[in-house]
């Protein structure tokens, strides 16, 4: 009954969008289709707030999960209900951080600011050539619903310029202008990375202040799930033997990927894993952390603005290179830290690391993926929300 009430909400809402009209001072803000409160949407709103833009213009966040607080002037509404579909009808800017869904319908009128959420290492959307994501291995309907969909951005957030060089082409984005202005998300690593801020979040999280922090936050994998969309928890890390090894010194904090919906017992490892859902901002985890684990996460090109120890354990290396995504550059020999294959080599790894080994090749690579993040970036895309709302 409720999927024949939202197919019937959405046949009128195709009927009427074309016939209600856009008001340029209504913005609707939306992070991981309505999953969460983060990313790139969510500071660039938080500056607004600042401001004093939320009282200005009038805000609207998608959720679908209304009870999330959020700051400052805005309505939360839950997606895809009747009050969802006014508003998409009604907000003359856009501001997501995902593609939005096929029956979704851009006017002329609207304009769509695509912040997405992060720097590819592997392969993206046009640029992917085979596909075994929740089961399904039809890559050309994979295409054809990113040209359908990515033909509605009036503007996308670059981080760097390798970014924008790849968004020309995985999103068919030739013609239309990229801003290449760091990512607005990031801009609390360099505006609060002091000890003050770091001690308050970590008060905030529930964090022990005695032990150093590690971040683990591996990606999910395409063939890994439980059914279409809900992905597993995927990893080969012995947290037994992490904890063994190095509790007296340091605790865990994993963050699962926003699609991963696995539900698992950590109460074994309780006061050495600390466990973050998609609903936490991953900003909080990488300011209160001293190093990074990760594998193929977009979190590489975020955490390094920090200059702290990256670490990758990408177990599965050959493989999903191979046979799921490939990459857009030479992970083995690009990346700014050791790789381990397995849980004993990862603890060597992070009791041996040795920042003067790994320093000039940190530089080369902050250089090329952070060098335009500033602490601005929400600013600049306040300036066009203003030039495109008079």
Known sequence: ??????????????????????????????????????????????????????????????FFDTSIEVPGKCKKIRNNYFPYFWYLM?????????????????????????TWHGTPLKKLALDMDRMDMGGSTDIENYHEQFRVTCKDWDYLVSQNKFSTDIFRSCFAFKDRPILQIGYPRNDILINDNSPAKIREYKEKLGLPLDKKII???????????????????????????AKEKLSDEYIFIVKYHYLVSDKIDWTPYKGFVYTFDETKDIAWLYLVSDMLITDYSSVMFDYSILNRPMLFFAYDLEDYKENLRGFYFDFVNDIPGPISRDTDQLIKDIKEYNEDSWKEKYKNY???FNGID????????IDVIKKVSR
């Open 90 to 114: 009604r907000a003359g800017i856009w501001v997501f951080d995902s593609r939005q869904p096929l029956y979704v319908r851009k006017k002329k009128h609207i304009t769509y600011i695509q």
């Open 1 to 62: 009954m409720k999927q024949l009430i939202k197919n019937i909400t959405i046949q009128i809402y195709k009927v009427l969008t074309y016939l209600i009209p856009v008001n340029k001072k209504m913005i609707i803000f939306q992070s991981s289709n309505g999953r969460n409160y983060t990313g790139n949407p969510r500071y660039i709103y938080e500056e607004m707030v600042r401001e004093g833009l939320d009282q200005e213009y009038e805000c609207i966040w998608f």
């Open 215 to 241: 971040l683990y936050a591996p990606t999910w994998r395409d063939n890994e799930y439980s059914e279409k969309g809900k992905y597993k928890f995927a990893s080969k890390l012995d947290f037994d033997k």
């Open 374 to 381: 500033d602490g601005h970036a929400s600013q600049k895309v």
């Open 366 to 368: 902050h250089d090329k």
